[in-house]
Structure formats: C-alpha cells, structure tokens
C-alpha cells in the first residue's frame, strides 16, 4: 500500500491550498480516511477525514475552512483549507485504514500513512 501526497507548498496567508492524496494497493472507496497535520514542536493532530460509513468529520478548530472530496475514478481524495494563517503551517498527512469501521480520531488506530507534504504560510 502507498498513499502519495501533493500540493503542498509556500502560501500567503488568506490564500487557499488543495492537497491531493492518491493511493495505490489501498481503495478509498467504503474505507476510512483521514487527514492530519504535524506542527514544528508539536503532535500530529486530526484535521478531518471521512469514515467507512462515508460520513466527514473536521476538527473543530478547522470548521468552515476545510472541504474534503474525493474522485474514486483517480482513487485520490483531496483536503482543500481556504483562509490559511501561518498557523496552519505543517507537515500534512494523509491516512487509510481498511479495518476500520466509522470513524477514528486516535493516530494509532490508522495502518496506511502518505509521506507527508509540508504547507508554509506566510504573513
């Protein structure tokens, strides 16, 4: 399994960024997935992410600033956050698990993890 993100990079604050995570050996379709993020000093936190049932879910320190979307045609889903702050500045992570049912915020409950792509935003 491999998930592969893009879309990361330096943006200006205010601005929006559209991450894309594709995967190979590893369906989104009716399995769980989440995105999170990692801060300089900081722990991975949960941004958003979808569960089995297909239900999204988003932190809510990330509410009505995230979008989460999918194309299972590209078997890629995609995180897009508007109004970007510098604070948001992370290493961003893609997630999957095929065992999992619902939904799950515990980092340790996830098997499949994306190389992770930084996102920089300047003030």
């Known amino acids: 399994v491999q998930l592969v993100e893009s879309g990361g990079g330096l943006v200006q604050a205010g601005q929006s960024l559209k991450l894309s995570c594709s995967a190979s050996g590893f369906t989104f379709e009716g399995n769980a997935m989440i995105w999170v993020r990692q801060a300089p000093g900081k722990e991975r936190e949960a941004v958003s992410g979808v569960g089995s049932d297909g239900n999204s879910h988003i932190a809510t320190f990330m509410k009505g600033r995230v979008t989460v979307s999918s194309d299972n045609a590209k078997n890629t889903v995609y995180l897009q956050i508007d109004s970007l702050a510098p604070e948001d500045t992370a290493v961003y992570y893609c997630?999957?698990?095929?065992?999992?049912?619902?939904?799950?915020?515990?980092?340790?409950?996830?098997?499949?993890w994306s190389q992770g792509t930084q996102v920089t935003v300047s003030s």
């Open positions: 997630g999957g698990d095929t065992g999992m049912f619902g939904f799950s915020r515990f980092l340790g409950a996830w098997t499949y």
